[in-house]
């Protein structure tokens, strides 16, 4: 692919979010933590397999439910797995994807902040 400003790189987009593919065979909601494309982020909008998503990838903090069974005091790390499961969990062989800053509340609520892509 050639350069298309002068051949010289030329900004395309801010860096907050990026364009994914939802992988066939998956449902998203607006405003959930989803990996897809080697990117975990908050989906920005609904869709089905093969639509097109915008995740947040920004270091935004968003509040988000998360499982009963997951821990989130202020400070922990939670995780994404990658297998197409999307589960949030505490299991660090998983991808590192949130950083509490507000612990889970009774109706299990954090407020997390999204973790660089790497």
């Given at each position: 692919?050639?350069?298309?400003?002068?051949?010289?790189?030329?900004?395309?987009?801010?860096?907050?979010?990026?364009t994914?593919?939802?992988?066939?065979?998956?449902?998203?909601?607006?405003?959930?933590?989803?990996?897809?494309?080697?990117?975990?982020?908050?989906?920005?909008?609904?869709?089905?397999?093969?639509?097109?998503?915008?995740?947040?990838?920004?270091?935004?903090?968003?509040?988000?439910?998360?499982?009963?069974?997951?821990?989130?005091?202020?400070?922990?790390?939670?995780?994404?797995?990658?297998?197409?499961?999307?589960?949030?969990?505490?299991?660090?062989?998983?991808?590192?994807?949130?950083k509490?800053?507000?612990?889970?509340?009774?109706?299990?609520?954090?407020?997390?902040?999204?973790?660089?892509?790497?």
């Amino acid at each position: 692919m050639a350069l298309t400003y002068k051949g010289v790189a030329s900004r395309r987009y801010d860096g907050n979010a990026v364009t994914v593919t939802i992988p066939a065979g998956q449902t998203w909601t607006a405003g959930k933590l989803y990996y897809a494309q080697g990117f975990h982020g908050i989906s920005q909008s609904s869709g089905v397999g093969g639509d097109l998503v915008a995740l947040a990838t920004d270091r935004g903090v968003y509040e988000l439910a998360i499982g009963a069974g997951v821990t989130a005091v202020k400070g922990d790390v939670l995780y994404i797995t990658t297998d197409g499961t999307n589960t949030i969990n505490a299991t660090n062989t998983n991808r590192p994807a949130l950083k509490v800053v507000k612990a889970k509340d009774a109706n299990n609520v954090i407020w997390a902040q999204v973790l660089e892509n790497r």
